[in-house]
């Protein structure tokens, strides 16, 4: 079984659309994190929550809104897609924010806005 | 603002050659320095380090840090063609309560 999985797993799409990444852990953790990863290969954290709390929330654009329906889920919902949006978005899991050194990454969704 | 930083951020060798990936750091309360190999996909865990001088190791790669100097190395001998990957190096520190990774190092080995 899959630990962290993330839907979909590619995504194309035209600027100025909205769109949605869901990912869902099944490892029992508490927090969850999205993080964008850049053509450079820069890993940069966006959002975490910790049961169903928004507990880091880094300086990206108002159009990006994540949800936590429960622990094990982790939504990222962009609206007005842009052009710079284009990147390999990953969802990962810790079991505790104390524990984000054990992070479980999942496979990364790979959005491209043309 | 915690900061990392890794060399070179591109390496091409050839099979059996030994590598060193560097990674240096500013971080506020230093817990860990953690590094990570990503091939197509997720980045997946390689070390964690928290001692200085203490190397850690598996198989082929080994790894330090020295927390007074701020940095830790990578090393990788007798290099295979699987070894290809981006490696990734990140801090965890208390203030910001989360890990901050450098641009990586994009290791390309030759057969």
């Known amino acids: 079984d899959t630990a962290v999985s993330q839907t979909p797993k590619y995504l194309v799409t035209q600027m100025g659309n909205d769109k949605s990444i869901k990912c869902e852990q099944n490892?029992?953790?508490?927090?969850m994190y999205w993080y964008k990863q850049d053509s450079k290969k820069f890993l940069k954290i966006m959002f975490s929550?910790?049961?169903?709390?928004?507990?880091i929330n880094e300086t990206v654009p108002n159009r990006f809104s994540p949800k936590s329906p429960d622990k094990a889920h982790l939504n990222l919902h962009i609206n007005s897609l842009e052009l710079g949006d284009s990147a390999v978005y990953f969802c990962?899991?810790?079991?505790?924010?104390?524990?984000?050194?054990?992070?479980?990454f999942g496979p990364g969704t790979r959005l491209t806005v043309l | 603002e915690d900061k990392v930083v890794q060399s070179p951020l591109s390496l091409v060798v050839h099979e059996g050659d030994t590598v060193t990936l560097n990674c240096s750091y500013e971080?506020?309360?230093?817990?860990?320095l953690l590094w990570y190999k990503q091939e197509k996909k997720a980045p997946t865990f390689l070390f964690m380090l928290?001692?200085?001088?203490i190397e850690k190791k598996s198989g082929r790669l080994s790894s330090i840090l020295d927390k007074k100097e701020l940095f830790s190395i990578l090393n990788i001998t007798a290099t295979q063609t699987g070894d290809s990957a981006v490696y990734l190096c990140?801090?965890?520190?208390?203030?910001?309560?989360?890990?901050?990774f450098g641009e990586g190092t994009q290791l390309t080995v030759n057969p």
């Open positions: 990140a801090v965890d520190g208390t203030s910001g309560s989360r890990l901050t």
């Open positions: 490892l029992g953790h508490d927090t």
């Open positions: 929550y910790n049961n169903k709390e928004l507990i």
């Open positions: 971080v506020t309360n230093f817990r860990s």
């Open positions: 990962a899991s810790s079991q505790a924010p104390s524990r984000r050194h054990e992070q479980f």
């Open positions: 928290t001692s200085s001088g």
